[in-house]
Each structure stands twice: as C-alpha cells, then as structure tokens.
C-alpha cells in the first residue's frame, strides 16, 4: 500500500502519517524530514537545499525527487507515505515513474481538507513549553495555572516563528497555488479521497483507516 497524504501545513498530516507507522508498519518518506537530515549531514543535496529553505523557498523538483528515489527502497514491502511530497504536477509525474521502476504504484491519495480560516486560527495561536516541549494553545489549550506548564511547571513558552499569520497565509496560498493542482491528475485516475482535516485527530485517524480497509 503506497499512499499519499495531503493537506495544507498545519492540517495535521504529519501526525497522520506517524501513527501509520507505528501501528501499519509503514515508512513515512517526508520530503521536510529527509531534506533536514540531507541538511545536518551536509550532503551536496543538503546544502543545497539548505540555501533555497533559508530564503524561505520551496526547494527544485530535482533535489526532491533524488531524495524520495534514495529514500524509497527502504519502503519495499512495507508500503509508503508521501508527506509533503509530491508539491507540483511535474513531481507527481516523478514519482509514478520512480514507483513504476520498482514495480509499484500509489494505491491512495488522502486530502486533509480544511477551513482555511479555522486552520489560521489554530496554528497561529500554538506555543509550546520551553523546558519540556508541552505544546498549548492560546484558545483550545492554555495553561491551567497562567504562565506556567502543566507538565513541568516551567515559566517559559516560545512560538515557532513560522507560526504568525502572515506566513501561514502565505503557505495556505502555496499550497494552493503548487499541491491543488495536483489533484486533478490524481482524480483522473480515481485515487482522490476526503477527508475532514478540521476534525479531531482520532476522527481523521478512523477516517483514513476506513478507506485503507476499504
Ligand atoms: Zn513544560
């Protein structure tokens, strides 16, 4: 079973995709995760990446589909999660072509739909602890005691830099702009299935199981 998730950033796809791992046994192949270890073991790919990422770019089509090729025969016989990947029509065009060359190809490819709007909310308003990682929320989950961490009782809190609304925006607009049209060359082929990325992280879970059994 080789699937794609996608889904704007924030939509909760990355989570998905670990708890396929853990409990299917699948490889989660995602484009950010491979380029950040491209990235600290500087690699010639890393680096190069690293120059496109600190401008705040997408990186080339190229240096991607090097890194899935390399990464994807890890995934033989366990089946695949594209995270993140692929982004363009020309990537998705890649990647039949490299699971063809082993024999396989993309049984699903699941969109997390969202409300642009609540999503804005929901990732501009995150923080997390600075001890310990605690993650809250400035509507759905602050602080029992104000100013200080449920888990660890620290006095610190940091926000992800990239969490202010005018990135985000910028990236739900990406996003339209480079993985919507994707979606058509998948739906030509019967792959596409919804689902509602705004709701709880057990609900999409079952969701995707459903289809995945299906
Ligand atoms: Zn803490």
């Not at 039949?96 to 308003?125: C, F, K, P, Q, W």
């Amino acid at each position: 079973m080789n699937i794609i998730l996608l889904g704007p950033p924030g939509a909760g796809k990355g989570t998905q995709a670990q708890r396929l791992v853990a409990q299917r046994g699948m490889v989660q192949l995602s484009t950010g995760d491979m380029l950040r270890a491209a990235v600290a073991a500087g690699t010639p790919v890393g680096l190069k990446a690293k120059a496109v990422m600190d401008a705040g770019e997408l990186v080339s089509d190229a240096i991607v589909s090097a890194l899935i090729g390399e990464h994807l025969d890890a995934s033989a016989g366990k089946g695949a999660i594209f995270d993140g990947f692929p982004r363009t029509r020309h990537q998705a065009e890649a990647l039949e072509i490299l699971l063809a060359e082993r024999g396989r190809s993309l049984d699903h490819v699941i969109e997390l739909a969202v409300d642009e709007e609540a999503l804005v909310e929901r990732i501009t308003g995150r923080f997390t602890c600075a001890s310990c990682g605690a993650g809250y929320h400035d509507v759905f989950k602050l602080p029992k005691a104000e100013g200080r961490c449920d888990v660890c009782g620290g006095q610190d809190f940091k926000r992800r830099p990239d969490d202010n609304e005018q990135t985000v925006r910028t990236r739900l607009a990406e996003y339209r702009a480079k993985t919507a049209p994707i979606l058509p060359f998948y739906e030509e082929k019967g792959l596409v299935r919804r689902v509602d990325g705004m709701a709880s992280v057990e609900q999409v879970a079952d969701a995707i199981d459903s289809i995945l059994d299906g």
